[in-house]
T-cell receptor, first 117, second 112 residues
Framework: DTAVSQTPKYLVTQMGNDKSIKCEQN?????MYWYKQDSKKFLKIMFS???????INETVPNRFSPKSPDKAHLNLHINSLELGDSAVYFC????????????????FGPGTRLTVT | GDSVTQMEGPVTLSEEAFLTINCTYT??????LFWYVQYPGEGLQLLLK?????DKGSNKGFEATYRKETTSFHLEKGSVQVSDSAVYFC???????????FGDGTTLTVKP
């Protein structure tokens, strides 16, 4: 019973190509995220969706376009891939609590290692 | 904006040694604080959390106390094992902004 799943696990492609990564969560959470982790393990948030609506869009090139067909899915499409896009991309989900309850425990997928040659 | 600063790695310890990984934060309001662990080849998973000042989070022998006066959330374990080798991330969630901020991660290697 995988809580947050991503496909593919590995993706090797050439510069200039367009590729997509898919993410699904079966936890019933309202919020989903995409993160990028570079070779030094630094983790940067890219996007956040709440109930299919974009709520966080950090400074990410327009070549990256997230799509959320329903609240259990958040896909990431990347156009015109560049060498610098090589990284591990993580999907995550959370049930954002009310301010009183506190906490935003996130559940992460296993990651997609993207290599652009 | 919010920020999380954690101890730079890598940290190398012998088995059964005491572990401390420092974490300090800057945030408006009253954030919730987390430690996540990432084992090789895997995604991050929650290790422990604390949602208000003076709360202590604990799990698998790890502990961290939410210190508002020093804006810190240091991770400790009394006796590490080889299986604790991983990357550890300190993070906060700002309920006002509805957003998480992660530290840069600290790589821990435990040698037998």
């Amino acid at each position: 019973d995988t809580a947050v799943s991503q496909t593919p696990k590995y993706l090797v492609t050439q510069m200039g190509n367009d590729k997509s990564i898919k993410c699904e969560q079966n936890l019933g959470h309202d919020t989903m995220y995409w993160y990028k982790q570079d070779s030094k393990k630094f983790l940067k948030i890219m996007f956040s969706y709440n109930n299919k609506e974009l709520i966080i869009n950090e400074t990410v090139p327009n070549r990256f376009s997230p799509k959320s067909p329903d609240k259990a899915h958040l896909n990431l499409h990347i156009n015109s891939l560049e060498l610098g896009d090589s990284a591990v991309y993580f999907c995550a989900s959370s049930q954002v609590s009310t301010p009183r309850a506190g906490g935003d425990e996130q559940y992460f997928g296993p990651g997609t290692r993207l290599t652009v040659t | 904006g919010d920020s999380v600063t954690q101890m730079e790695g890598p940290v190398t310890l012998s088995e059964e040694a005491f572990l401390t990984i420092n974490c300090t934060y800057t945030a408006t309001g009253y954030p919730s604080l987390f430690w996540y662990v990432q084992y090789p080849g895997e995604g991050l998973q929650l290790l422990l959390k604390a949602t208000k000042a003076d709360d202590k989070g604990s799990n698998k022998g790890f502990e961290a106390t939410y210190r508002k006066e020093t804006t810190s959330f240091h991770l400790e374990k009394g006796s590490v094992q080889v299986s604790d080798s991983a990357v550890y991330f300190c993070a906060l969630f700002n309920t006002n902004a509805g957003k998480s901020t992660f530290g840069d991660g600290t790589t821990l290697t435990v040698k037998p």
